[in-house]
């Protein structure tokens, strides 16, 4: 089942980003976290990192798209987004936020070029790898799909749930070893 749902409020990117730990050591503290609840609160910290843009018109857009996406006002929100991703092509959560408006308009092929985008501009973004491996998954490319995980499962080895779904798919994908 695809989760498209935005993990952090895009009003959460307009707060303060305080300096802390660096993305590196974040990772380093993630990799060697023992158990989801260990994982949770870094896993969170990286997610609220990448959203920061550094550009205050980035915010502003995404901001105000997600204030007219609540009101109910999709057109909007999309060309908001489009301006996001037009004013800073480099900001992979950008594309991300375009991905999951995509997917929420039942558009799977925009979602999925999206998230691809998102990974390429952000090598370490675990979860756009599984959002963009469940789809493709979900369209039968199950060995692209294994990659996607297996590389979020480096990056993250607590995701929840991800170590059982690597397992099963690769004995559907590989085969049982003997």
Do not use: C
């Not at 993990?7 to 974040?26: I, K, R, T, V, Y």
């Not at 594309?95 to 308009?105: I, M, N, P, T, V």
Request: proline fraction near 3%; charge should be negative.
């Amino acid at each position: 089942m695809r989760v498209f749902v935005l993990l952090l409020s895009l009003l959460s990117m307009s707060a303060a980003w305080a300096g802390g730990p660096s993305l590196d050591q974040l990772f380093g503290s993630l990799r060697r976290a023992v158990g989801p609840a260990e994982a949770a609160p870094l896993e969170k910290e990286i997610l609220v990192r990448f959203q920061h843009s550094g550009s205050d018109s980035v915010e502003l857009l995404l901001s105000r798209a997600d204030e007219v996406l609540a009101s109910g006002d999709k057109a909007t929100a999309n060309k908001l987004l489009k301006a996001v991703t037009d004013l800073e092509p480099n900001f992979a959560e950008g594309w991300r936020f375009r991905a999951h408006f995509a997917a929420d308009q039942n558009d799977d092929r925009a979602a999925i070029i999206y998230l691809q985008k998102t990974v390429a501009l952000n090598r370490r973004h675990f979860a756009a790898m599984v959002e963009l491996g469940e789809m493709l998954e979900e369209y039968g490319d199950t060995q692209t799909a294994l990659k996607l995980f297996r590389r979020a499962l480096s990056l993250d080895p607590q995701f929840e749930g991800l170590a059982h779904k690597v397992e099963a798919l690769t004995r559907s994908v590989e085969g049982q070893g003997i």
